[in-house]
Nanobody, 122 residues
Framework: QVQLVESGGGLVQPGGSLSLSCAAS????????MGWYRQAPGKEREWVAI??????DYAESVKGRFTISRDYAKNTVNLQMTSLKPEDTAAYYC?????????????????WGQGTQVTVSS
């Protein structure tokens, strides 16, 4: 399986920047997609950005402000967040989706990180 360890997050003022990192270990060769989701208090978890073989994709709410990148050598996915707003305040979760098996039988899996808090406040 794959294990995830997140780092980064914290308290930042509006307009500030913050970086999150997620390191994957284990069967990393089976990873297809790495991404970030977030969940604010009282709200459902929503996707923020993903990185797949097709490249990066972003939620409209963060497009132009957040940048996701993947380091294949280090098996990490990073999220650079700029121009942060109070509404970006949430617990951010790293997410990995992968697959393994044979042509005849494919097994898919999904793994979540433990979450890291991002608070944007003056």
């Amino acid at each position: 399986q794959v294990q995830l360890v997140e780092s980064g997050g914290g308290l930042v003022q509006p307009g500030g920047s913050l970086s999150l990192s997620c390191a994957a270990s284990g069967r990393t060769s089976t990873i297809d997609v790495m991404g970030w989701y977030r969940q604010a208090p009282g709200k459902e978890r929503e996707w923020v950005a993903i990185f797949s073989s097709s490249g990066a994709d972003y939620a409209e709410s963060v497009k132009g402000r957040f940048t996701i990148s993947r380091d294949y050598a280090k098996n990490t996915v990073n999220l650079q967040m700029t121009s942060l707003k109070p509404e970006d305040t949430a617990a951010y979760y790293c997410n990995v989706r992968g697959s393994y098996g044979t042509v005849e039988r494919v097994y898919k899996y999904e793994v979540w990180g433990q979450g890291t808090q991002v608070t944007v406040s003056s």
